[in-house]
Every structure is written in structure tokens, then in C-alpha cells.
């Protein structure tokens, strides 16, 4: 007893010391650690990384930008299940303790132990916090105290409903994303507050290691994680032993993984750059602003689908370059699939393959009539019909005659690792020689085409861009051939000399003859420039209608030489060309390079009364507090008459009725455009409009070189602009062009430009500005050469 006393005596006198010993050293560390600590109050102005979105002119989701995928929700808008998912499995004393919790760190210790690995943490969600926002990730015991500092601030500042507010709206899901609703629509492609039980404790479970329990990378290791999920659920009383046991026998129907959504990516990146500019790249990324554009999503796949069949089109004509590669057969003759990019034959993609699909395939057979290609998981045939365009080049290009392929073998061999277009699913055939009819995939031969092309679409009255194709694959080349490539554009200028042409004064039934001339080059005065037609004709006295029908050279250069060079010049510009142009009389040709936007821009100054839009692609940006950072309206300006815009339009309407746009009359409607093909066929064009809407063609090779002999506007670049118009406007009305007061109609006689008569044979209607128009009805007098012209601009 007596040694009792004596100890408990040592203990309280221990104690003594000891007591403000530990109370002053633990002071002493809380400030030593305190010092520099960030302040937890900014956690109220936070404000976290956010997606960019960039939306259609009908507000559908085209594209996003963005470091974090994050999309901010109030915990209103969060399902009980989820907060309880997240509270059971990560901090099941989350509303007893004030930041740490030494008892769940002592209960994640011994589930770990049980469980032979670590499923749970020993952090609390304010720790979590810590982490997230204020403190590195290294482990050091300072750190450890600096974090259950910070955590028991958070807890002072802020109540419960906020911290897990803030947590379930920044911890990171996997696969980009950061929160919860990003995870929903991650994982399952909807909005948090539509989550049930079994979707919820999934996504609770994700946090402690989102790639380790992915669904999309090791599905049994998801199934785990989501039944000790729902377990705890049930441990700590959220959901009763019905509710468990159904959401343990509910299966997860995960969303199809998908990129990150680009629906129209020259035209996005056209956006990015805009936008970097504007704000920054930080504020790009970061920002959580909204963009709402003039682009229409339904225009915009129209040309994207029109731009690539007609490259593919035009490609075949240029020859079948081989097969993609070869694959290696390993023993026993199986193929080696590793080395075949895009087939996956341990997929079934048959839910996805549909007609008019282009896969990569692998033939694996010859027959005399077909060849038989693996797709990995099915095969298919191609007859030999739908390889035809095997052969050598079109003999259009080089003048040569060519032989169709007889046989498959001709252009394939085993194992070629080819391109084919899906033509029909499951019809029946017999693709072996056992005689036995099987289920097969009808194909064609395809290749990935070397030829580039663009398309842009405005609406002419507002300038807004409406669509735009900058090449033929995105992922392939990123250079926006709409708004980047600057060429030539052959015929394609010529409205706009011939427009100029009427504002001074001509008009359409003015002549001028069609001859021969030579003029010195500027540069070396001792060479001569001999221009001549694309027929390599010439056809006397011509109208200027008849001369931009049939796209005339040698009328337009000395219509050019008449109006003035410089005159022209400005002209464009007024038009809203800005890109330089030659200061010459080769301008008459197209020599000048311009891009497409710029030149369908101005060709929709035609179809809007004269009235310039310029091209807008934003019409508000909105920052994530919803205010307004910009809105734009369109910027338009009356830069050509009424009367010359119109009578410019009914040119080009005879272009496409009768001259070398009439490959886009079978459009049934009103439609005015025009063609353009430079040297050596290296450039295709064609830029045409309605009433409504005004859409440019560019076609060509990005190395300059030629597309091949006869591959002009006419051919390669009207089909494009036709398939696109054709969808686009489908089961729309039809409107004609508008018709100014000021313009008379008047029937003419084509051979004397005077009034006709009722007996006058081929008499035609033309179109002239009030006063302008013929009066006589006289027989016409002989006819001279200044009655067939305003001036001869012959060269020497």
C-alpha cells in the first residue's frame, strides 16, 4: 500500500510537468505548422475549373474544351443515395467528427487487414478537401499535420452541407471526370439526379483509385467495388435489406465509351483560336463559358458527308494505289491481327456496322468473280463489279485507254489489309466451295483519298456561317482548307468583273469580240502572253451573258482591260475580298488567289440585294455567372446596287441553266453559281446560291499539283455542292431571287440585240436596269465592229 501511494504520488507529480510540457509543445507545433498556411475563407470565392462548351445556332452541344471535366451542381440536385453511397464507403463519421476522425481510422485499419488490401481510407472527406485544394501530394508527417490543421479550419468555416457539396463537385471519378454529375454522364449517360441505388454506390466507390475500378478497363473489379459499395450502404443504415438485396442483382448498363465531343472540328478549331485570342488559353480551358454559334449541326453533317463521298468519288478516277499494308500469318494460317490497325476481331460490332460504314479489312480469299474479306468477326464480299474502279486512272486523265480488271487478282492479293464500304448486311451467298449458302456482308473496294477539299455554307442576309468543311478528315490534317488554303480561283472570279462590268454601264447583251491577242508579259517585255479559251477556240462577236455561260477567256480579259485593272481590284474588296489580288489582266482568269470563305462570301453579296454580311461565327459568349461577355449582331452594308446585284444573279442563273453549272439544275429551284478551273487542273470550284442560302465547293490537291486533264469545276466540285444543297434544302420552300422595280425584262433578238419582233425567230428575254434596255425595233444595219462592242482591246 505504501509503494502505491508512493507511485501514484510520482504519477501526479509526473503529470504536473508533463501536462503543460505536451500542452506547450503542442502550441508550439500548431504555430510552427500554422505559419503560411493557405486561408481556408477563399474556398467561398473558389472557383473551379469548368468546361467550355461550345454550342449550335439550335443550342446543341457541338464541342468542349477543357482540362477538368467538370459540371458544377448544388447538392439539391444530388440524390440521397449518392451522398449516402459517398458518406458510407469514404467518411461513415462524416456528421460526428470536426475534420479527423481517429475511430474510422482505426475501423479502414482493421477492414483493410480482413480484406488483405486497402478498400478504404483513413481520411475524412474535409481531409480529402485538404488535399485536393490546398496542400501537395507528399508524404511527410509535416504535411499530415499541416492537412488536420486546414481540415479542422474547413470544419470551423463551413457546415457539413457545404463541405460534401464542394467535395461531390470536385473529387475526381476517372476518365476526365471531376464530380459527380460528369461522372453520371461519363459512366452512364445521364444527369446525377437520375441515378439509382446500384449507379450511385458505383460512383461513390470510384474515387479511392478511378482507373483501378474503371468499368471500361477490368469490369470485375467495378462489380467488386460497387457490392462493397452497397454493403456499407446497408452497414450504415441508408438503404434496408430489400433495397440492398435488389440493387446487388441490378446490372449497370454502362454508356459506350466516346471521345471527347467534336462534332464539327474545323469549324470548332476555328472557334478555339477566336476564343484563345480573345480571352486567353486560360480562361479557354478553365473558364466553364458558353459559346453559342451560327453553325447548323444538320448543314454541317450534310457537308461533311457531301465533301467526303465526292472526294471519293473523284479519288477513284485517279487509280487504285495499292493495298494499306499486309498482315503476318502465324502458324496454322491465322492472322497476326495485332499489326491491323482499326479491326478488332475479339468485337462484336455488328449492332454497330451499318450500310455505308467504311472498315478496314483483310482479304482472305480470291475467287474468280469476288474476293472474301474479314472485318475481324464477320466477312464480306466484294464482286468484282464493286472493284471496277480497280483499273489504272480513268483514261479521261491522261488521255490513255485502259483495260477493266478481269479478275479480282488483278488489283488484290491475299492478305492485303484494304479499305471497303459496307453496301448490304446479311444477304446470302455462296462465298466457298462447299456450296453452301452463308449469311455475308456485301462490300465494295474503297481507298482513303489523296485529293482535299472544303465547303463552307453562309447565310447571305446575316453573314452567319451556317457550315464548314476544312478538309477531308480532321485527325488526318488540321489545316482548314476553307479559311487557310489561299488559291487560285480560275473562272470562279470572273462574276465579279462582269458585275463590275454593269455597274459601268454594260450590259448583258453588249458585245465583244472573241479573237485572238498577245500582249507582252510585265516582267520580261520580250515574252508574249497568248491567251486562249478552254476550247482553244474563238467565237467572234459574244454577248456578256453568252461569254459568262460559257466562261469565255479572251472576252473577259478584254472586258477586264476596258472596266481597268484597279477598278476591278476595288471592286473586290468591296465585295469583302481581302486577300491580295494581281493587279493585271490575268486577274481575268483567276490567277488571283483568295479562300473560300472570303469568295462565297462575296458571291452572297448577289443574293442579298447588294447588301454585304460580314461572315460572323459567335453570336454570344456567356462566362460561367451567366453574364455576358459578348454578343454580336450581324454587320452588314449596301456596297452594290440592287439593280446590279440582280442582274449579276440572273448571269449566273444562265450559267447553271445553260452553261457549266448546269450540273446543279437537276436542284429544281432557282439557283445562280458559277464554276472555276485553273491551269493544269489544279483547282476546282464552284461557288452557288438561292434566294437563301449561298455555299462554296474548293477542290484540289494541297501540293499544288493537278487533279488531272478534264478534272475541272464542272466535274469534280459541282457534285459536292449539289449533294449538300440537295439535303439541306429537301422539303423546304421554294422562293425565287428578288426582282428590284427598277428592272425591266425586254425581248431581244439575239443576233442584233435590238427589240424583237413577232416574227423574229430565237427572241429571248432579257433583263436590263430602267432605261438601259433597247427602243428600236428597226432591221438592224449592217453591222460594224464598234456595233458589236464598246471598244476592240486587241493586244499587239
Not at 433 to 447: D, F
Not at 571 to 597: E, F, Q, T
Amino acid at each position: 500500500m505504501r509503494f502505491l501511494k508512493i507511485f501514484l504520488k510520482i504519477i501526479f507529480f509526473f503529470s504536473l510537468i508533463m501536462i503543460p510540457i505536451a500542452i506547450i509543445a503542442g502550441i508550439g507545433i500548431y504555430y510552427k505548422f500554422s505559419r503560411n498556411l493557405p486561408d481556408i475563407k477563399t474556398l467561398k470565392s473558389y472557383k473551379p475549373s469548368l468546361i467550355t462548351r461550345i454550342y449550335s445556332d439550335t443550342d446543341e452541344l457541338i464541342a468542349e474544351f477543357y482540362v477538368e471535366k467538370r459540371i458544377l451542381v448544388p447538392l439539391s440536385r444530388i440524390p440521397s443515395y449518392l451522398k449516402d453511397a459517398t458518406i458510407a464507403v469514404e467518411d461513415a463519421n462524416f456528421f460526428k467528427h470536426s475534420g479527423l476522425d481517429f475511430s474510422g481510422l482505426l475501423r479502414a485499419f482493421l477492414i483493410n487487414i480482413k480484406a488483405g488490401k486497402v478498400v478504404e481510407g483513413g481520411s475524412t472527406i474535409t481531409q480529402q478537401i485538404v488535399k485536393m485544394m490546398f496542400l501537395t501530394p507528399e508524404r511527410a508527417l509535416s504535411r499530415k499535420v499541416r492537412e488536420a490543421i486546414l481540415a479542422y479550419r474547413i470544419e470551423k468555416e463551413f457546415s457539413k452541407e457545404e463541405i460534401l457539396e464542394l467535395y461531390l463537385n470536385h473529387i475526381y471519378y476517372g476518365h476526365g471526370a471531376y464530380g459527380v454529375e460528369a461522372a453520371a454522364q461519363t459512366y452512364f449517360g445521364k444527369h446525377v439526379e437520375e441515378l439509382n441505388i446500384a449507379e450511385s454506390a458505383l460512383i461513390a466507390g470510384l474515387p479511392r483509385a478511378p482507373s483501378v475500378y474503371s468499368p471500361y478497363f477490368a469490369l470485375d473489379r467495378t462489380l467488386r467495388r460497387l457490392r462493397h459499395s452497397i454493403r456499407r450502404m446497408a452497414e450504415e443504415g441508408y438503404i434496408t435489406i430489400e433495397e440492398e438485396r435488389n440493387a446487388l442483382e441490378t446490372e449497370p448498363q454502362f454508356k459506350k465509351r466516346v471521345r471527347r465531343k467534336n462534332e464539327a472540328p474545323y469549324f470548332v478549331e476555328y472557334i478555339r483560336q477566336y476564343l484563345e485570342n480573345r480571352f486567353g488559353s486560360t480562361m479557354l480551358y478553365h473558364g466553364g463559358l458558353k459559346v453559342y454559334t451560327t453553325l447548323n449541326m444538320e448543314f454541317q453533317r450534310a457537308a461533311q458527308k457531301a465533301l467526303k463521298d465526292g472526294l471519293r468519288r473523284a479519288d477513284k478516277r485517279y487509280g487504285y494505289r495499292g493495298a494499306i499494308g499486309n498482315v503476318n500469318i502465324e502458324n496454322k494460317g491465322k492472322i497476326d491481327w495485332k499489326g491491323v490497325e482499326g479491326i478488332n476481331p475479339f468485337k462484336n460490332e455488328d449492332e454497330s456496322l451499318k450500310v455505308g460504314d467504311i472498315r478496314r479489312g483483310v482479304v482472305i480469299k480470291l475467287n474468280p468473280d469476288n474476293a472474301v474479306v474479314s472485318l475481324g468477326t464477320r466477312k464480306g464480299i466484294i464482286d468484282i463489279k464493286d472493284m471496277a474502279w480497280a483499273r489504272s486512272p480513268d483514261p479521261s486523265i491522261d488521255g490513255k485507254r485502259y483495260d477493266s480488271i478481269k479478275s479480282p487478282s488483278d488489283a488484290l492479293n491475299l492478305w492485303d489489309i484494304i479499305e471497303v464500304r459496307v453496301l448490304e448486311l446479311d444477304e446470302e451467298i455462296d462465298f466457298d466451295t462447299s456450296g453452301l449458302s452463308r449469311q455475308h456482308i456485301r462490300l465494295a473496294l474503297e481507298q482513303e483519298p489523296l485529293v482535299q477539299g472544303a465547303v463552307v455554307c453562309l447565310d447571305p442576309r446575316t453573314g452567319y456561317i451556317k457550315a464548314m468543311v476544312g478538309g477531308y478528315d480532321f485527325s488526318i490534317s488540321q489545316f482548314n482548307r476553307a479559311i487557310q488554303a489561299v488559291r487560285q480561283a480560275g473562272s470562279a472570279f470572273k462574276p465579279i468583273i462582269y458585275s463590275e462590268a454593269i455597274e459601268k454601264g454594260y450590259t448583258t447583251i453588249d458585245k465583244i469580240i472573241d479573237s485572238p491577242i498577245i500582249y507582252k508579259k510585265e516582267i520580261d517585255k520580250d515574252e508574249l502572253w497568248k491567251p486562249v479559251n478552254f476550247e482553244e477556240k474563238f467565237y467572234g462577236p459574244t454577248t456578256l451573258r453568252t461569254a459568262l455561260i460559257h466562261s469565255r477567256n479572251i472576252t473577259t480579259i478584254k472586258l477586264l482591260q476596258d472596266i481597268g485593272v484597279n477598278e476591278v481590284v476595288d471592286y473586290a474588296k468591296r465585295l469583302g475580298i481581302k486577300s491580295p489580288l494581281n493587279p493585271d489582266l490575268s486577274m481575268a482568269l483567276g490567277s488571283s488567289s483568295v479562300n473560300l470563305l472570303e469568295l462565297t462570301s462575296a458571291y452572297g453579296i448577289f443574293a442579298n440585294k447588294g447588301i454585304r454580311a460580314e461572315p460572323m461565327s459567335v453570336k454570344v459568349i456567356i462566362d460561367r455567372a451567366g453574364n455576358i461577355l459578348e454578343e454580336n449582331e450581324s454587320v452588314t452594308e449596301s456596297v452594290i446596287s440592287e439593280e446590279v446585284a440582280y442582274i449579276t444573279t440572273n448571269l449566273l442563273e444562265g450559267v447553271v441553266k445553260h452553261g457549266t453549272g448546269r450540273g446543279v439544275r437537276s436542284l429544281n429551284r432557282p439557283v445562280a453559281g458559277k464554276t472555276g478551273t485553273t491551269n493544269n487542273f489544279v483547282d476546282a470550284w464552284f461557288i452557288g446560291y438561292t434566294p437563301d442560302l449561298v455555299a462554296g465547293v474548293w477542290v484540289g490537291m494541297d501540293q499544288d499539283i493537278p487533279l488531272g486533264k478534264n478534272e475541272t469545276g464542272s466535274r469534280v466540285a459541282s457534285p459536292i455542292w449539289l449533294q449538300f444543297m440537295k439535303e439541306i434544302l429537301k422539303n423546304t420552300h421554294i422562293s425565287d431571287f428578288y426582282i428590284p422595280p427598277t428592272i425591266v425584262f425586254s425581248k431581244i433578238d439575239p443576233k442584233t440585240g435590238v427589240l424583237a419582233t413577232s416574227d423574229t425567230k430565237g427572241a429571248i428575254f432579257e433583263c436590263f436596269v430602267e432605261g438601259t434596255e433597247p427602243t428600236g425595233y428597226s432591221p438592224p444595219q449592217e453591222i460594224t465592229t464598234t456595233d458589236f462592242f464598246r471598244r476592240d482591246m486587241g493586244g499587239t
